[in-house]
């Protein structure tokens, strides 16, 4: 009987190491197929990547335009806004003398004059 119990065991002893080695080639199979599609994900994104490149660089360009043209707008609305003061100034300085006469000096006030506190 003990040959019989010796046999038995050597019997699941063989199956075991037969499941862990089909386990074993189960988690090598998996592993294969896990590095295969992190492959794959990660070509996926480089070329997704890749593609919003042209994009981003349009965007940026578009933003530097933006910028450069709003820069433009105050710089033409200050000049506008300067031209047209002056424009006032020397209305009214023509309709206030004529051409030849020098322009009237105001006289100094008492203030000027007086020594500092």
Known sequence: MSELKTQEMRDIR?????????????IETEQAQFETL?????????????????????????ARFATWHHDVRMALTRAIALAATAEIA?????ETHTLGEPAPVSPPDAADHAPPP
């Open 14 to 26: 063989s199956d075991l190491e037969d499941r862990a080695d089909w386990i074993q080639r189960q």
């Open 38 to 62: 992190i492959t794959r994900v990660k070509e996926e994104r480089a070329n997704r990547l890749e593609a919003l490149k042209p994009q981003l660089q349009m965007l940026s360009a578009l």
């Open 90 to 94: 020397a209305r009214r300085f023509s």
